[in-house]
């Protein structure tokens, strides 16, 4: 029976070559759990990328464009498109520093915190895929080790929201 075809199990998320080195394990469950929230946000015209960008202007408030980039360890350009994108469809507003006439500043708009709050809705919902293995006592470990990895002690809110950005 050729490969790829409706009688086989699907193939495991990592693949058994790949198994053996924790990076490559992370990477492949990040790209499962970025595909999982592009997925769920799509009905609201959003990807994960927007919905990491508009939580971070939300937590933080008006922030200089470049800020956004190093925050999120991102190329700026990825940060640019992302911004022009929600600029055009109105959640975002960008500015002029007056301080600094050569950067800009992003803030939400009235429409972008009603986008939000949707968006937030939907990223509270626990999705299967990467976490589906594992209880909620273990997405919650897991949730603890991720943060202290990525240098942060504790969440922005009070339980882990499983595979949402």
């Keep these: 029976m050729p490969a790829g075809t409706s ?4 193939p495991p998320l990592v ?3 790949l198994g053996d080195r ?3 394990v992370l990477c492949k469950l990040a790209d ?5 929230a592009d997925q769920a946000f799509a009905p609201l015209g959003l990807r994960s990328g927007h919905h990491t960008l508009l939580r971070m202007v939300a937590g933080r408030g008006e922030q200089k464009q ?3 980039s190093s925050l999120l360890h991102v190329d700026p350009s990825t940060v640019v498109d992302i911004v022009d994108d929600l600029e055009e469809r109105g959640p975002l507003v960008r500015r002029r520093n ?11 708009t009235p429409a ?9 809705e939907i990223a509270a919902c626990p999705r299967p895929g990467a976490f589906a293995e594992l209880s909620r006592r273990e997405v ?4 603890q080790l991720l943060l202290r990895l990525g240098g942060s002690s504790t969440p922005s809110t009070n339980s882990p929201r499983g595979a949402a950005s």
Excluded: N, W
Excluded at 112 to 120: C, I, K
């Design 7 to 10: 009688d086989e199990p699907p």
């Design 66 to 68: 470049q800020a956004l």
């Design 140 to 143: 919650g470990r897991l949730h």
């Design 32 to 36: 499962m759990v970025r595909r999982e």
């Design 98 to 108: 007056p301080i600094d006439r050569r950067a800009h500043l992003i803030d939400l």
């Design 112 to 120: 972008g915190r009603v986008l939000l709050a949707r968006a937030g």
């Design 15 to 17: 693949p058994a070559e």
């Design 22 to 24: 924790l990076d490559s």
